[in-house]
């Protein structure tokens, strides 16, 4: 009976990082934890993730794979491992996230046409870990719970006034809840579906000739509104090996929409603003929704600070969510503005960010996880 308790522990808790539930949500889905959002930049805007491109969108939009590779060649992110619950003091939770995606651009038309079409194809590999930690059964027996995932994503992103970026990753899950005399692990294929839509609007409003290139020494505004889709887990039913039924995949369905702005000159980022908001509906739970809001406001591409709030729908118990970025290449791109080195065509596309996100939020269950996160890109 020991080792059931400290399993039914392990799982309650985990599922609560997503978002607080009562302990009957774990009749209503397997692999819940594949629903955690472990992107540091994400985390910070309230866990809203699937409007971003950036390296790790494999994660979470498919789509947006195609648009960051429309001017990226290949993106890594680092595998650091996160601790969940640290305030518990039985937490020994760890989830794992690592991504690396490769894509090629091609352009159609004149090349002295500065707003030529631009399409991109790209592919990506993903792969997701919760270790539960090590439980005790006995003095001489112990048990090492899983679930992992690995992503494989196609994705194509098209460049034309607008930006468009569409996408699919196939899913191989397994879980491994095995005990000491007796096997339980489950596999099963699941797919996630994403798309994104980007509309530069003052971009487009400058273009009066389609041969213009950017104009130096002007104060150039951007304003450019987008919106995502993204349907994830979809899937057959889950089952364990030795167990008579079935569970359904944490299928989901996420809504995003954002608006960035921001004022540059001569192509350098003085300043940008990022709101995001998502709504994330459980279809394997028709009656549970959760929402997520977040800001980001960037300096020089340089600094970026990030606050976010998640709201689960349950109860008023609701984690708020700060945190930080540093981007290398943008530091090298102001420094090269003034002068001060001078890189090749390569070496401006080379970007090294790190990310930084605590929840907060008193006695949620959340409070005090910290993510930290590297990414690199070329």
């Not at 020494?217 to 979809?234: C, H, M, Q, R, W």
Request: hydrophobic residues 40%; contains cysteine.
């Amino acid at each position: 009976m020991q080792k059931f308790i400290c399993l039914a522990v392990c799982l309650f808790a985990t599922f609560g990082f997503e978002c607080p539930l009562s302990a009957s949500s774990l009749d209503d889905a397997v692999v819940t934890t594949l629903r955690i959002v472990n992107s540091a930049r994400g985390v910070a805007l309230g866990g809203a993730v699937v409007n971003l491109v950036d390296e790790e969108s494999p994660h979470y939009n498919p789509g947006a794979v195609g648009i960051f590779h429309l001017h990226k060649y290949f993106a890594v992110t680092s595998p650091n491992s996160t601790q969940w619950l640290p305030e518990m003091p039985t937490s020994d939770f760890e989830l794992a996230k690592f991504s690396v995606s490769a894509g090629y651009a091609l352009s159609f038309g004149d090349k002295s046409n500065y707003h030529r079409p631009r399409i991109a194809l790209a592919a990506a590999y993903s792969r997701f870990k919760c270790d539960y930690g090590t439980i005790p059964i006995d003095d001489s027996q112990i048990t090492s719970p899983y679930d992992k995932a690995d992503g494989y994503t196609i994705a194509a992103g098209i460049e034309y006034y607008l930006r468009a970026g569409f996408g699919y990753t196939h899913k191989t899950i397994k879980s491994d809840l095995s005990m000491p005399f007796y096997s339980m692990v489950g596999t099963a294929d699941a797919s996630d579906y994403g798309i994104l839509v980007e509309l530069p609007i003052a971009e487009i409003l400058r273009r009066t000739d389609v041969a213009d290139s950017p104009q130096t020494g002007v104060l150039e505004f951007e304003f450019t509104p987008s919106v995502a889709y993204v349907k994830a887990n979809d899937g057959d039913d889950f089952k364990y090996s030795g167990v008579f039924f079935k569970e359904p995949l944490p299928t989901t369905s996420k809504t995003g929409l954002a608006l960035k702005t921001g004022i540059k000159r001569n192509q350098l980022p003085l300043a940008t603003l990022l709101l995001v908001y998502e709504s994330e509906k459980e279809l394997y739970n028709d009656d549970r929704k959760s929402n997520r809001r977040g800001v980001e406001l960037g300096l020089y591409d340089v600094f970026y600070a990030r606050l976010g709030k998640l709201e689960d729908g349950f109860g008023e118990l609701h984690p708020y969510t700060f945190g930080f970025g540093i981007s290398v290449g943008g530091l090298l791109t102001w420094l090269e503005s003034r002068d001060v080195l001078h890189r090749g065509d390569i070496l401006r596309r080379v970007d090294l960010n790190f990310d930084y996100a605590q929840y907060e939020g008193g006695d949620h269950t959340l409070a005090g996880t910290k993510i930290y996160r590297l990414r690199l890109s070329i």
